[in-house]
């Protein structure tokens, strides 16, 4: 399964960028989808995931990003909102059949203050 992500980009702050990924090779429903990120000399922590069973967020984003699937189930976009400085990291789409087992390639997004 590939995954290949767009759309990121330097906005300042109070902008708007939105993500998108694109899965393929996967002859499976991917029911797990959704995006990473790792600011420099962070860890990488999860921004926002949605399941089959629902869609939960990381309380730093809640409310101002938005992650929504594809009608055809394979591509994943997360809306950003809002953007704070400290929202600037390598964001990374993720997939996968139950757990995440799928990463794509970071994707840069830069906030300016």
């Known amino acids: 399964v590939q995954l290949q992500a767009s759309g990121g980009g330097s906005v300042q702050a109070g902008g708007s960028l939105r993500l998108s990924c694109a899965a393929s090779?996967?002859?499976?429903?991917?029911?797990?989808m959704g995006w990473y990120r790792q600011a420099p000399e962070k860890e990488r922590e999860v921004v926002a995931i949605?399941?089959?069973?629902?869609?939960n967020y990381s309380s730093s984003v809640k409310g101002r990003f938005t992650i929504s699937r594809g009608s055809a189930r394979n591509t994943v976009t997360l809306q950003m909102n809002s953007l704070k400085s400290e929202d600037t990291a390598v964001y990374y789409c993720?997939?996968?059949?139950?757990?995440?087992?799928?990463w794509g390639k970071g994707t840069q997004v830069t906030v300016s203050s």
């Open positions: 993720c997939a996968g059949r139950v757990g995440i087992n799928y």
């Open positions: 090779g996967s002859g499976f429903s991917l029911n797990v």
């Open positions: 949605t399941t089959s069973d629902g869609t």
